[in-house]
């Protein structure tokens, strides 16, 4: 076919031309940016528990554990407490990297879900009971739910949100955990009562380093990686991940995972 208006034609190819030009412009300057704030959101996330432990160091040097032994124990421990901030922060750091780089290799295996999140309520008890947080898991009967997936991985997925509404449940606060059976997949909910995720925030939980409350986000510890960590693991299985939440009232993260 010969074109009736061969400057036209050079004119679109141009046009074009730049307008993919500009798209990749675009998506490399939106990867600085991303890239630049991941950086300064590492710096700043190590920052302040270095300062910390720095400053209950200096006050310790400076006569504390002279003039207030009791004193001085507290600020050892409150040091000891940041420095566990900082090698979970490191630990999360190293796991983001290896599943964003795709080191990191789904090993999937038919297995029994039931016993491991009995295994999982089990292991995060102690922490449940300190913070007057029950865990509940309710299994109409006791009977095998088989999935196909990698069982260390959606060990780490479950601690996390178990974790989380530990962390941000009320005092005195219930945890239900959930397997719904659907046609090919099992649906896992976690459910908390405690003070919710606000509207506008619920899309952004997953993203790395993004805290809904940050104030209280720090004081109850973690990295600000757990949910980034989630959504790729489950990603990773070619699986879905959703939250919903009312403000005062709680919030349900669930995921889904392969029948076997
Ligand atoms: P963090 O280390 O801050 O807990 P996460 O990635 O696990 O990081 O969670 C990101 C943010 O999502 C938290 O800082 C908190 O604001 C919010 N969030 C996560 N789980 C819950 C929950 N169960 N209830 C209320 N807010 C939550």
Do not use: C
């Not at 600085?32 to 590492?42: A, G, P, T, V, Y």
């Not at 989380?164 to 059976?181: C, R």
């Not at 990295?223 to 991940?241: D, F, P």
């Amino acid at each position: 076919h010969k074109s009736e208006d061969p400057i036209g034609d050079a004119e679109k190819e141009v046009r074009d031309w730049a307008k993919q030009k500009t798209t990749e412009i675009n998506q490399l300057k939106a990867q600085e940016k991303f890239r630049k704030e991941f950086l300064s959101n590492i710096s700043h996330e190590f920052k302040t528990p270095l300062f910390a432990i720095q400053g209950y160091i200096e006050t310790l040097q400076d006569g504390m554990l002279e003039e207030n032994p009791t004193m001085a124990v507290n600020f050892l421990n409150k040091a000891s407490r940041n420095l566990d901030r900082l090698s979970y922060l490191i630990h999360d750091l190293d796991e983001i990297a290896k599943l964003e780089s795709g080191e990191v290799i789904i090993k999937k295996e038919k297995f029994d879900l039931n016993p491991l999140i009995k295994e999982t309520i089990d292991d995060l008890d102690y922490k449940a009971k300190e913070n007057n947080i029950t865990l509940n898991y309710n299994t109409k009967g006791n009977y095998p739910i088989f999935v196909r997936a990698d069982r260390k991985k959606i060990q780490q997925v479950l601690i996390n949100f178990i974790d989380n509404s530990i962390k941000y449940g009320k005092k005195g606060g219930e945890t239900h955990i959930k397997v719904l059976p659907l046609i090919d997949q099992v649906l896992i909910e976690i459910t908390d009562n405690g003070h919710g995720i606000e509207e506008k925030n619920l899309s952004r939980v997953f993203e790395r380093f993004f805290r809904a409350d940050k104030s209280r986000s720090r004081e109850v510890g973690g990295s600000g990686l757990g949910l980034a960590i989630v959504k790729h693991i489950i990603e990773a299985h070619q699986q879905n991940v959703h939250v919903r939440s009312t403000e005062g009232i709680g919030t349900t993260f669930s995921f889904t995972l392969e029948k076997a």
